[in-house]
Structures are given as C-alpha cells and as structure tokens.
C-alpha cells in the first residue's frame, strides 16, 4: 500500500468544469510535489511545496492552482483545462527536498 | 544542460536471465541518482538511491546498482529475472540539495517466459 493518498483514482471532466485532486500523506514529510505523466513518458515536475509554501512552480498554465493547506495535504485545483492536460497527475512527498520522494498511485484524468 | 539518459526504451529478457538497465548522467559533480519503478496503473516505487558512500547499492526485489564515477553511469542490474519484474524503470538525478529530480525517458522492462 502508498504512504501517499490521492484522490479520486479516475477523474473525466468537461472543459468548462472546475475539479479538484487531493493528495494526503501522514509520514511527516514537508516537501510535497505535483507530477504530470503522459503516456510512456517520465513524469514533468509541476509544482514543490517546501514547509507549506510554494518553491517551484514550472511553469504551469494558471488553469492548474496547487493549493497546500497544512503539512499533509496537498490540493490540485482545476478549472477549464484542455484536451492535451489529459494524463496521470502524480503527487509526491518527501521528508525534506533532498530526500528520495515517495509517490501515490495517481489521478487518471481524461478532458472531454 | 544537466540530463540523465537511459539506453534502450525496451528490454526484454528471460525469466531467470540477468537484468541489465543503464543509465548515464552528465555532470562532472556526483548527483544523488535514484532508480524507479512504475507498475501498470500505480505510481512510481523508490528502488534504491546513492546519495555517499559506498558506490554497489542494494535496492528491493533483488535490484542492485553501480554508482561509477568515471563512467558517469548507475547501471540497474538484477542476476535473475522474474515476470513480476516486468514494469517501466526510470532513472533519476539530482544535482544538488535544492535542485528538482530529473527523469530519464525511462526503460520499459519485459520478460519472457
């Protein structure tokens, strides 16, 4: 089993709906990481929260808003995305930002 | 630029054959390198890493990795496959402390019976 929670498992939305990802760990870790995984590609670094605050943002359309409410969640909300913004979103965490990361199991998610 | 390659997209091998992953990085500063690997449908799984040390690290399932410096490269190897090894395994570095992980393409691993 994953030390890192995220949901929901599948995700289909249209492109004018606003969806949110949730992603929890509880191992005390205090870097979390948003991930993007298309198809038989490495996963694209989105977003690092370090102590709760955003340090890394890659560049990301501002239809994608990370949210990192306390220490163990982490939210990736979602408002009129694209076709292409179809893939896997992983989340990650890691005790600190020079720690190997520890990854949950993903949110498929297909745009209408 | 700092990169991380991963030779061959496709391995396949026999069951009970030896497995052997490679994986080269550009630097001329040791990174921390990291070997994953990702089951259909799950996330990524931390193999092993070298972050010091000595340079064989011994992961889980069986996996080893060489961190050679002169070769700048940290091979995945594993003497005997099993078809539960069969996954995409991706390589992966980190130059510094501070600096984000970069991923190889990653290296899809089959196994035959």
Known sequence: DTEVTQTPKHLVMGMTNKKSLKCEQHMGHRAMYWYKQKAKKPPELMFVYSYEKLSINESVPSRFSPECPNSSLLNLHLHALQPEDSALYLCASSRQGNQPQHFGDGTRLSIL | ?113
Not at chain 2, 68 to 82: D, I, N, Q, R, V
């Open chain 2, 1 to 113: 630029a700092q990169s991380v390659t991963q030779l061959g997209s496709h391995v396949s091998v026999s069951e009970g054959a030896l497995v052997l992953l490679r994986c080269n990085y550009s630097s001329s500063v040791p990174p921390y390198l990291f070997w994953y690997v990702q089951y259909p449908n799950q996330g990524l799984q931390l193999l092993l890493k070298y972050t010091t040390g000595a340079t064989l690290v011994k992961g889980i399932n069986g996996f080893e990795a060489e961190f050679k410096k002169s070769e700048t490269s940290f091979h995945l190897t594993k003497p005997s496959a099993h078809m539960s090894d069969a996954a995409e395994y991706f390589c992966a570095v980190r130059y510094s402390s501070a600096s984000k992980i970069i991923f190889g393409s990653g290296t899809r691993l089959s196994i035959r019976p």
